[in-house]
């Protein structure tokens, strides 16, 4: 009751700062912190106020619902204050009269499951049998070892069409607590896709030909900031590993830039021509295309160094 009073009184916030001690700090750090406070201070504001916030949330919270309801040894009573978060960002989306996906409607489901669990004290087994995998280890292997960040490109254009199944492999990858936040900025026009490649440090040895540009990109205000200000760097690498695999298939080839050593200028450029909202993280870019040269092959360190296997 009293830190509830003293929380009405001295705003979180000020606490926080109450307790924090000065210290300095280089300005590449202080970038980084000043970007990072950037996000909490949208989040802050979006909260409980915007359906697309109660989107992601309701993903991470169901998630952690179906993760007990998946358990053998599930029993009622457990994890009331998961529901209730749930329930409240679903009746956000609700309230809001917002469009819901299939992630959502799964969301639901799994909300009334756990409810129904609540009075039955009961659940039938929620399992399916694995599936055997249509491709051996040695044919998926192979296809890994034949992708190339490639540089030079063809003048053939990218379709909509594509990059709109590769948008969904992307949908597929693993996301921190099944938050699905990943998104991906494109254009398929040279001549924007150029200049969002002027954008990026490092984005050098390219042919002249620039088809697709694509940002990968995270919605930001499904993380509680900071504690969780790396993860989006991962879920957005696990989409992008899926979406440079699935290019092959279409047999493109994509590179990888960084946005590591990004200053506000290049972002502020990059944001206005993909129209990049400003609650998205940028985490990298690539570019992509038909190549017209394959890259060789550069060695690889030994599968001893990749391993520690303890007994």
Same mark, same amino acid.
């Given at each position: 009751?009293?830190?509830?009073?003293?929380?009405?009184?001295?705003?979180? #916030?000020? *606490?926080?700062?109450? $307790? @924090? +001690?000065?210290? &300095? /700090?280089?300005?590449?750090?202080? %970038?980084? =912190?000043?970007?990072?406070?950037?996000?909490?201070?949208?989040?802050?504001?979006?909260?409980?106020?915007?359906?697309?916030?109660?989107?992601?949330?309701?993903?991470?919270?169901?998630?952690?619902?179906?993760?007990?309801?998946?358990?053998?040894?599930?029993?009622?009573?457990?994890?009331?204050?998961?529901?209730?978060?749930?329930?409240?960002?679903?009746?956000?989306?609700?309230?809001?009269?917002?469009?819901?996906?299939?992630?959502?409607?799964?969301?639901?489901?799994?909300?009334?499951?756990?409810?129904?669990?609540?009075?039955?004290?009961?659940?039938?087994?929620?399992?399916?049998?694995?599936?055997?995998?249509?491709?051996?280890?040695?044919?998926?292997? #192979?296809? *890994?070892?034949?992708? $190339? @960040? +490639?540089?030079? &490109? /063809?003048?053939?254009?990218?379709? %909509?069409? =594509?990059?709109?199944?590769?948008?969904?492999?992307?949908?597929?990858?693993?996301?921190?607590?099944?938050?699905?936040?990943?998104?991906?900025?494109?254009?398929?026009?040279?001549?924007?896709?150029?200049?969002?490649?002027?954008?990026?440090?490092?984005?050098?040895?390219?042919?002249?030909?620039?088809?697709?540009?694509?940002?990968?990109?995270?919605?930001?205000?499904?993380?509680?900031?900071?504690?969780?200000?790396?993860?989006?760097?991962?879920?957005?690498?696990?989409?992008?590993?899926?979406?440079?695999?699935?290019?092959?298939?279409?047999?493109?080839?994509?590179?990888?830039?960084?946005?590591?050593?990004?200053?506000?200028?290049?972002?502020?450029?990059?944001?206005?021509?993909?129209?990049?909202?400003?609650?998205?993280?940028?985490?990298?870019?690539?570019?992509?295309?038909?190549?017209?040269?394959?890259?060789?092959?550069?060695?690889?360190?030994?599968?001893?160094?990749?391993?520690?296997?303890?007994?």
């Amino acid at each position: 009751m009293i830190k509830k009073i003293i929380f009405k009184i001295i705003s979180k #916030k000020r *606490i926080e700062f109450l $307790r @924090s +001690n000065p210290f &300095f /700090t280089n300005g590449k750090f202080r %970038d980084k =912190i000043v970007d990072i406070q950037k996000y909490i201070n949208i989040n802050d504001k979006s909260i409980g106020n915007e359906p697309e916030t109660s989107v992601l949330l309701s993903r991470k919270f169901a998630h952690i619902i179906d993760k007990g309801l998946h358990r053998r040894d599930v029993q009622a009573g457990h994890s009331k204050s998961i529901e209730l978060a749930l329930n409240k960002n679903l009746n956000c989306i609700n309230s809001n009269n917002y469009l819901k996906d299939e992630s959502i409607i799964w969301a639901e489901e799994k909300h009334k499951l756990y409810l129904n669990l609540q009075e039955s004290k009961s659940i039938e087994e929620l399992a399916e049998n694995p599936e055997n995998p249509e491709i051996n280890f040695d044919s998926f292997l #192979k296809f *890994i070892k034949n992708r $190339r @960040s +490639n540089r030079q &490109f /063809t003048s053939d254009l990218v379709s %909509d069409e =594509i990059l709109l199944k590769l948008a969904e492999t992307i949908n597929w990858a693993a996301s921190s607590c099944n938050k699905q936040p990943n998104k991906i900025f494109i254009t398929n026009n040279p001549n924007l896709a150029s200049e969002c490649l002027k954008q990026c440090k490092g984005g050098t040895g390219f042919s002249r030909e620039i088809p697709c540009f694509v940002s990968f990109c995270v919605d930001m205000r499904g993380y509680y900031l900071p504690h969780e200000m790396y993860l989006p760097h991962i879920d957005a690498s696990l989409g992008a590993q899926n979406f440079y695999l699935a290019l092959q298939t279409f047999n493109l080839s994509g590179t990888s830039l960084s946005w590591a050593l990004k200053d506000d200028k290049e972002e502020r450029k990059l944001r206005e021509l993909l129209n990049i909202p400003d609650y998205y993280q940028i985490i990298f870019n690539s570019v992509i295309g038909y190549a017209s040269k394959n890259y060789i092959t550069p060695s690889r360190k030994s599968i001893n160094s990749s391993i520690s296997i303890i007994k």
